[in-house]
């Protein structure tokens, strides 16, 4: 579970464009320590917002440094410190239902970050996203992890390409259902 | 050093080049293959055009979707010598035709896009196709005499038979002979070389809703599709990679990751395993030089290697049969580029395709696609019957790939995400709810042959300074109003479901419209007549001894099976023609 100040200092940090010396200092020196936070927190927003429970570690390290945050950069702190402020005022245990739809509501009118919060959802499901938010272009972007995509594990599939089963697997229905 | 003598050149190495390279080669004929593309045909290639799929095709810089037939090939450097039709059909924001190789001669009240593209590869656009492989049917080489529309064949069913049988052996065909032999008159004389792809799971259930429903007095049955995809581990011949299993990849189109989808390249490496045929890739044929005196042959085939130091130069290879086994764009176009083999004014013309549709549906009951081949069975009913006097024959398949190319899960989730806003475990649920049931049934419609719809040499050129195909495509009645049959055939049966949500089906309302089942036919008609045919029965052209036409440009109709087939037995049947004139014996 996440510390009050570390929620507390992420909420400030994505919020204030300006931060004194001695704050700088300490955001370098803690940076270990937030970065993993922010992984941690990247990855409990990532599934608030797929629905998906399980979803791999190493993974969210990728998306979150080598893709979003590159890309979204303070849109996705933006996301992060909403999903926070939401997460901190709830009571405990949290109702994530309450949760998701607190932080829809606070993001469905900034086009941005609402933007991010659907990429997050795309990049999970099958590992691309789109850098802009205008359809009519296309500013799609792959991240790397096809297989892993959990939109072909939700549909009861594999991923396109990548079926690893015996032959006539597909004469018989999924497993566990 | 002296140039080495052929018995044969084969211009292309697609599935007719490879075939006729394969048996003429291993019956002891010197052949050299000219091939435009130059790519590897093992493992390590197929692992990579996965993988380019998978990472290229996904990013904004090719604007080429994941699914699109050329997605795995965008890193070849063929591309630039031998380029293809790419995003054929398509439009731009502005709605101009989006114009990649092809030039659409747009001129004319009819004329619509021609929408059917292949690909340049050693293997030719197998590495690309579904793999389905029905015959024709007996009265598909006659709909002139039976149904006084079109044209006949200059061969029957009876004719074809025995090479549609050695075709099977050759791809490693899966079916059941039960169900098709004799269907619709098309009898066979030999099973099939392996047990059928089994049915999905959800293509089960289908098959026990639809099975026996009458629709004007037909009698619906859904069958297991014979397909070139591997129930067995398999080799037709000694000296073959042994292709295993289908492991039901679901991604037949574009790739086969397992090889278990014939692609021609396994002929064209048996063939120069043989010892007799050499592959010579990267060349680019730029024309054919004939002998004066009124012998009229081929006597060379000039080429320019992209690979060569100086690729702009001219090389030449001559042989005593060349046979052109291109498609039916590249062929038309080389010969029009010769001036060559057109007394008839054919060749270019009755270009063909076979227009399709489909009716979409969520089935009542998870069906659980995108597991196994993209399609196993199909409805035949539809291809034949005293209809075809007024609007053309049909053949329906049923998808296990969702909604096709109509809606893939991931358009499906970005609409839940972005005009539902759902996120969380109300979109989780629902995509597992819903895309579990989606289902298709498409049809794919007959197109007579007209000869507006041709192959032109355009003033274009591409990046090799070659003419681009122009190319001028017209659709008639007989195929929309067949489409708009299968349209009515495909929605009563989704009705007739139990329990179906009729609201749900996307396509109640039949729209002028249709889309490629990119089988390009025509442009090189065989006949009995010279004046009105390009080749004779043997694929030998009326106006050059030596010279020979095999694939699908042969085609005098394009009836409505998926033509790799019919287009191998007859490069098969024109191979055997040309060891027979060459003096020899086959294996």
Same mark, same amino acid.
């Given at each position: 579970m996440l510390g009050t100040q570390v929620l507390l200092r992420n909420s400030f940090i994505s919020r204030l464009p300006e931060i004194n010396v001695a704050e700088k200092l300490d955001n370098q020196l803690s940076n270990d320590l937030i970065n993993a936070n922010n992984e941690e927190i990247f990855l409990q927003l990532s599934q608030l917002l797929t629905g998906v429970d399980k979803l791999d570690h190493n993974i969210a390290k990728e998306y979150y440094h080598e893709y979003l945050q590159q890309k979204f950069g303070i849109y996705l702190d933006e996301l992060i410190g909403i999903y926070q402020r939401v997460v901190a005022a709830q009571q405990k245990p949290l109702d994530q239902k309450k949760v998701l739809d607190e932080v829809l509501a606070r993001i469905k009118n900034d086009p941005q970050v609402l933007h991010v919060a659907k990429q997050v959802v795309r990049i999970w499901y099958i590992s691309q996203f789109r850098e802009s938010s205008d359809p009519s272009i296309n500013t799609e972007v792959y991240a790397g992890h096809w297989k892993e995509g959990m939109l072909w594990d939700v549909i009861k599939a594999h991923a396109p390409a990548y079926s690893d089963k015996p032959h006539g697997y597909w004469a018989d229905p999924p497993k566990g259902v | 050093m002296a140039e080495k003598i052929y018995d044969v050149i084969i211009v292309g190495a697609g599935v007719a080049g490879a075939l006729c390279a394969w048996k003429l080669a291993s019956a002891g004929k010197k052949v050299l293959i000219l091939e435009a593309a130059d790519q590897p045909t093992g493992w390590a290639q197929r692992d990579e055009f996965r993988e380019v799929m998978v990472a290229d095709a996904a990013d904004a810089k090719t604007n080429i979707p994941r699914g699109d037939q050329s997605s795995p090939y965008l890193a070849l450097a063929s591309r630039r010598y031998a380029p293809s039709p790419e995003l054929v059909g398509k439009k731009d924001k502005d709605g101009k035709p989006i114009e990649k190789y092809y030039d659409y001669d747009l001129t004319g009240p009819q004329t619509e896009m021609f929408k059917a593209g292949y690909v340049r590869l050693v293997g030719g656009s197998t590495w690309a196709w579904r793999g389905n492989t029905p015959r024709k049917v007996p009265n598909d080489f006659r709909l002139k005499s039976t149904y006084g529309v079109g044209e006949d064949w200059p061969i029957s069913y009876d004719d074809l038979e025995p090479w549609y049988v050695e075709a099977e052996y050759e791809l490693g065909v899966a079916g059941n002979d039960q169900e098709w032999n004799g269907l619709l008159g098309g009898y066979r004389s030999k099973p099939f070389p392996m047990r059928e792809i089994p049915l999905s799971y959800g293509d089960k259930l289908v098959k026990k809703e639809l099975d026996g429903t009458e629709i004007d007095g037909v009698k619906i049955t859904v069958r297991s599709t014979p397909q070139a995809r591997l129930t067995i581990p398999y080799k037709p011949h000694e000296g073959f990679h042994e292709r295993r299993a289908?492991?039901?990849? *679901?991604?037949?189109?574009?790739?086969?990751? *397992?090889?278990a989808k014939y692609d021609a390249g396994s002929h064209v490496k048996a063939a120069v395993k043989t010892g007799n045929a050499d592959l010579r890739s990267a060349c680019v044929v730029t024309e054919l030089m004939v002998n004066g005196g009124g012998e009229n042959r081929v006597t060379a085939v000039r080429y320019k290697n992209w690979r060569s130091a100086n690729k702009d130069e001219h090389q030449t290879a001559s042989a005593n049969v060349v046979i052109l086994a291109a498609n039916a764009i590249e062929t038309p176009k080389l010969l029009l580029m010769s001036n060559l083999a057109n007394s008839s004014d054919q060749v270019g013309r009755k270009l063909m395709d076979h227009l399709q549709d489909e009716v979409t549906a969520f089935f009542p009951n998870p069906l659980y696609p995108f597991r196994g081949p993209q399609s196993t069975c199909s409805i035949e009913d539809f291809r034949d019957g005293p209809f075809r006097k007024n609007y053309s024959a049909f053949r329906m398949t049923i998808g296990n790939d969702g909604h096709g190319r109509a809606r893939s899960p991931i358009n499906v989730m970005d609409d839940y995400l972005d005009n539902q806003m759902l996120f969380g475990e109300g979109l989780r649920s629902k995509l597992a709810n819903d895309i579990p049931k989606m289902m298709r049934i498409s049809f794919s419609t007959e197109l007579l042959p007209n000869p507006n719809n041709r192959v032109t040499l355009s003033d274009k050129l591409d990046s090799y300074g070659l003419p681009r195909p122009r190319i001028h495509f017209e659709v008639d009645s007989y195929t929309y109003d067949a489409l708009k049959k299968g349209h009515e055939v495909a929605l009563t049966l989704l009705e007739s479901v139990p329990n179906i949500e009729k609201d749900k089906i996307k396509e109640r309302e039949w729209q002028r419209k249709w889309n490629t089942a990119a089988h390009i036919m025509g442009t090189c008609r065989m006949g009995n007549d010279p004046k009105t045919s390009v080749v004779n029965t043997d694929g030998q052209t009326y106006d050059h001894p030596n010279l020979y036409i095999v694939g699908t440009s042969v085609f005098p109709t394009s009836a409505t099976a998926n033509p790799t087939l019919t287009a191998a037995a007859l490069a098969l049947k024109t191979a055997s023609a040309v060891l027979s004139k060459l003096g020899g014996k086959g294996k």
């Open positions: - | 289908c492991e039901g990849n *679901s991604n037949c189109i574009p790739l086969c990751p *397992s090889s």
